[in-house]
């Protein structure tokens, strides 16, 4: 339970971090997007070191799906607990996307209509993206454990910009980012192909990868 609890909890400030900065960095940008994804991706990248650091230890600190699939393909998360995980990750991100909405006063049950992100440049990115997340982890793991928190923040502050989908690489955020309509959502008939993009490229992920780091 404390596991879960850790996923559910790291998972809803990651959207925190998400949904609040977009739509901070939107109000006070005075209509300039790039000042709005800088603050976006500096916000999240914070996080993300945060809530490694503080809640590795107990769970993981996987905050995704397509993370929690990955480390159940090497035999490093028992089958067992990758539902009851990727539950916990839903349930929280959901849930940092209401709380988002209560802190900016905006309407808690929304569909995100106005953020169109589909088409084969994204769907690549994506996979791109959650490929190179993968590799940061896994290699960081390898080389340095200790600083894999750094190197996923750095990671996806730099992927914000270097992506051409912002680099979601996490299926839960994407799901529940299409319940906010707000800079950082994403309209509801976009998040399927992106799901399926992801944990498509967990597979290959996983072959590469081990094949790159494992002795």
């Known amino acids: 339970m404390r596991q879960l609890a850790a996923e559910a909890l790291g998972t809803a400030l990651l959207l925190i971090s998400v949904i ?34 503080t809640l590795g230890p107990i769970s993981g600190a996987h905050f995704n799906p397509a993370v929690s699939l990955a480390f159940a393909l090497r035999g490093e998360l028992p089958w067992a607990r990758v539902p009851g995980f990727v539950l916990a990750q839903i349930i929280g991100a959901v849930l940092g996307v209401w709380a988002t909405h209560v802190m900016f006063d905006l309407p808690v049950l929304q569909w995100s209509m106005t953020m169109h992100r589909t088409g084969v440049a994204q769907w690549f990115s994506e996979g791109v993206a959650t490929f190179g ?3 940061v982890i896994f290699g960081g793991l390898k080389a340095r454990a200790e600083a894999v928190p750094t190197l996923v923040a750095l990671y996806i502050t730099g992927a914000y910009w270097f992506t051409s989908s912002t680099s979601f690489a996490n299926p839960a955020v994407t799901l529940a980012r299409g319940f906010s309509d707000t800079f950082a959502g994403i309209n509801p008939g976009h998040i399927p192909a992106f799901i399926v993009v992801q944990l498509l490229t967990v597979l ?6 081990r094949a790159l780091f494992e002795d």
């Open 204 to 209: 290959v992920a996983h072959v590469v990868l």
């Open 20 to 53: 609040g900065s977009g739509v901070m960095g939107a109000e006070l940008s005075g209509g300039n997007i790039a000042i709005a994804l800088l603050a976006n991706a500096i916000a999240t990248g914070c996080m993300l070191y945060v809530i490694i650091t």
């Open 133 to 135: 997340l993968l590799f």
